[in-house]
Nanobody, 116 residues
Framework: QVQLVESGGGLVQPGGSLRLSCASS????????MSWHRQGPGSQRVFVAR???????DYADSVKGRFIVSRDNAKNTVHLQMNNLKPEDTAVYYC??????????WGQGTQITVSS
């Protein structure tokens, strides 16, 4: 059974930082690209960041220079370091494991609220 479990969410003030983690089980982690997505209130789920099996990264323009995605293959975990957080970053953040075009697994999501 595949499980992706996000952690590290919470309430943070504007300008603050948070680090999200997504621990996986049931997959051969180092053969999956991992990505983060978010869904704000009343919005569709959108791409945030991705790290492939070679640790090449890609980011949405809205988070470039502020967020850093990384992976620890020894611990089957992907991280999202979020710096200089803004109120518009408020959303539920989901991790996703991707293999090819058709194999995708999602976590259950973790809430990030940026507010003073």
């Amino acid at each position: 059974q595949v499980q992706l479990v996000e952690s590290g969410g919470g309430l943070v003030q504007p300008g603050g930082s948070l680090r999200l983690s997504c621990a996986s089980s049931g997959i051969i982690f180092n053969s999956y690209a991992m990505s983060w997505h978010r869904q704000g209130p009343g919005s569709q789920r959108v791409f945030v960041a991705r790290i492939d099996t070679r640790s090449s990264t890609d980011y949405a323009d809205s988070v470039k220079g502020r967020f850093i995605v990384s992976r620890d293959n020894a611990k089957n975990t992907v991280h999202l370091q979020m710096n200089n957080l803004k109120p518009e970053d408020t959303a539920v953040y989901y991790c996703k494991a991707e293999r090819g075009s058709y194999i995708n697994y999602w976590g259950q999501g973790t809430q990030i609220t940026v507010s003073s």
